[in-house]
């Protein structure tokens, strides 16, 4: 019976959506004037909305401003007792209203009025106060609550939480908006980590493990143990020829078993015993892709290169140890 009324609700939503898409090829003028006065606006986005409304414009306020577009978010109620004050004639105010009648958005409305603010409205009547007052109005299309009694708002603050957000996507994409400038206004948490570059993070100047490829294996045994990254880069003049790991150490020694000792560490070069054609990284590559790069390697550690030239490691322990996951 439980997963019944849950799978009801949820093909609710879903039907909702499916008529919230077929809509949006009636809605294309005021979508493009909604965005145009957004993305012209010299001010802030100020979003409004009362209940479970107000709600869905706290979040969305807040997914504006992650994505480039400045706005937050008034509460109505506190908007009536000198909130108002913080709304400038540049701002755009976003209304959310089902009905379109939420009484105490009338103070706000006769605001925006007053001193020629552009108003946007998201509601579910196009006959409403709220619609009628606005610059442009988003009529979403009327849809049964998924509340069995058709009450409680449900599916019609999913439908603008969909609207929200999508016109927060074409904003970022109108804009440019990019993966650094994600990091810009997400530097804490596992996304800013993702999205950090490479050069960030990554070990360099005297932290790097690198041997010469004439240097003998002792040489690079002595580094690998000496600087503890698992791995060494071995250099040509300056550039990255190969690399050494413990696995290619144990096959090089399993090869040679045979060869007195002097031989196989102190009279053969690095060169003899390197991995050709590792896989490299860039100073510029986001954390979030190097992890997905050396988990589909399935290597634990990569150089960066800089023209050929070894100037960073990064492990997969320094990643995860980094909040990249």
Same mark, same amino acid.
């Given at each position: ?26 809605? /294309?003028?005021? !979508?493009?004037?909604?965005?145009? !006065? ?8 100020? $979003? ?55 009484? =105490? ?8 009025? #007053? ?14 106060? !709220? ?5 442009? *109005?988003?009529?979403?299309?009327? $849809? ?7 009450? *409680? ?21 109108? #804009? ?14 596992? !996304? ?8 960030? %993070? ?28 698992? %791995? ?10 190969? $690399? ?18 002097? /031989? ?7 060169? =003899? ?18 992890? #997905? $790069? ?32």
């Amino acid at each position: 019976m439980t997963t019944d009324a849950i799978k009801t609700a949820i093909e609710t939503d879903l039907s909702a959506l499916t008529t919230l898409s077929a809509a949006l090829s009636g809605m /294309e003028a005021p !979508l493009s004037d909604a965005l145009d !006065l957004i993305s012209g606006m010299s001010g802030r986005l100020i $979003v409004t909305g009362l209940g479970k409304s107000g709600h869905i414009g706290s979040k969305l306020a807040a997914t504006f401003a992650s994505t480039g577009t400045p706005a937050y978010f008034l509460h109505p109620a506190e908007a009536s007792h000198g909130d108002l004050g913080m709304v400038q004639p540049d701002d755009v105010i976003f209304a959310l209203s089902w009905s379109g009648e939420t009484r =105490e958005l009338s103070d706000v409305i006769g605001y925006a009025k #007053r001193h020629g603010v552009q108003l946007i409205a998201l509601t579910g009547s196009s006959d409403s106060s !709220l619609a009628r007052a606005a610059n442009v *109005a988003l009529v979403l299309p009327k $849809v049964r609550e998924a509340c069995p009694h058709n009450l *409680a708002p449900t599916t019609s603050t999913l439908l603008q939480l969909a609207m929200g957000d999508a016109l927060a996507i074409a904003l970022l994409q109108r #804009r440019g908006f990019s993966e650094e400038s994600f990091h810009s206004f997400h530097p804490g948490g596992s !996304l800013g980590a993702a999205l950090k570059r490479v050069d960030e %993070i990554m070990l360099g100047g005297d932290e790097l493990p690198l041997v010469a490829n004439d240097a003998s294996v002792m040489a690079a045994l002595n580094i690998l143990s000496a600087k503890g990254q698992g %791995i060494v880069g071995v250099t040509d003049k300056s550039k990255l020829v190969g $690399v050494v790991t413990d696995g290619d150490i144990r096959r090089y020694l399993e090869r040679n078993s045979q060869s007195t000792m002097q /031989e196989a560490l102190h009279e053969t070069a690095t060169s =003899e015993m390197m991995t050709v054609g590792s896989v490299t990284l860039t100073p510029n590559m986001l954390v979030g892709e190097t992890l #997905r $790069v050396m988990q589909t390697k399935r290597i634990s550690a990569a150089f960066v290169l800089d023209d050929e030239n070894p100037v960073g490691l990064i492990t997969m322990l320094r990643l995860l140890n980094r909040g990249a996951a």
